[in-house]
C-alpha cells in the first residue's frame, strides 16, 4: 500500500469521501480548502483523508474513510500516522479531529494514536443533519472533539 498527495489533474474519490462525512457540500468545500492524501493498493484507491488547516499551527483531520472490504486491517492507523507525520513535517503543532459521541471504532482508533478529548460539540448532529444518525445502537447527537500535539 502506498499513500500518496492526490494529483491536482485527478478526481477526489468522493463515494469514499462521503463515508466519514454524508454532506457532499461541506466534503468539497474541505477539497478546496485542504490537502487530500489517497491510500493505493494494486493502482485502486482504498483510502483517504484530508488535512484542513484551521489555525495558525492547528490542522483538523477530516474524511478519513478506508473501503469497507478492507476495513479493520490497519488501514485507517496507517493513514492517522501519516497524517500526523505530513503535517508535523508542514510545521502544524496540533492536530484535531471531531467524530460522534456513537462512532465507537473511531473514538477508538484515535485514542489509540494519541489524540486525547478536548471537548464536546453537544447537539452537533441533532442542528446540523436532517435524519437522525444511529450507529452500534446509539443516537449520534454530540461532536467528540479530540486533539493531538507534536
Ligand atoms: N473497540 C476497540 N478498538 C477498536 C474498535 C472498537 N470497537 N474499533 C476499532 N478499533 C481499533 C482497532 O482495533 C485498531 O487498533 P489496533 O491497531 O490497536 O488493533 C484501530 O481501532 C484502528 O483500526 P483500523 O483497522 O486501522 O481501522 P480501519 O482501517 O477500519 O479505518 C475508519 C478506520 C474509521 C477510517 C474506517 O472504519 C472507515 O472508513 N469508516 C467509515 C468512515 C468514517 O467513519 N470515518 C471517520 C469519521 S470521524
Known sequence: MNIRKLHTDEHPPIDLLVLADPSES???EYLHRGECF???SDQKIIGVYV???TRP???ELV???VIEPMQNQG???RLVIHAMQTAKSRGFKTMEVGTGNSSIGQLALYQKCGFRMTG???NFFVKHYA????ENGIQCRDMVRLAKEF
Open 26 to 28: 461541506l466534503v468539497e
Open 38 to 40: 489517497v491510500a493505493e
Open 51 to 53: 488535512l484542513l488547516p
Open 57 to 59: 499551527e492547528t490542522v
Open 63 to 65: 474524511n478519513i474513510a
Open 75 to 77: 488501514i485507517g492507523k
Open 120 to 122: 464536546i460539540d453537544s
Open 131 to 134: 435524519e437522525e444518525i444511529f
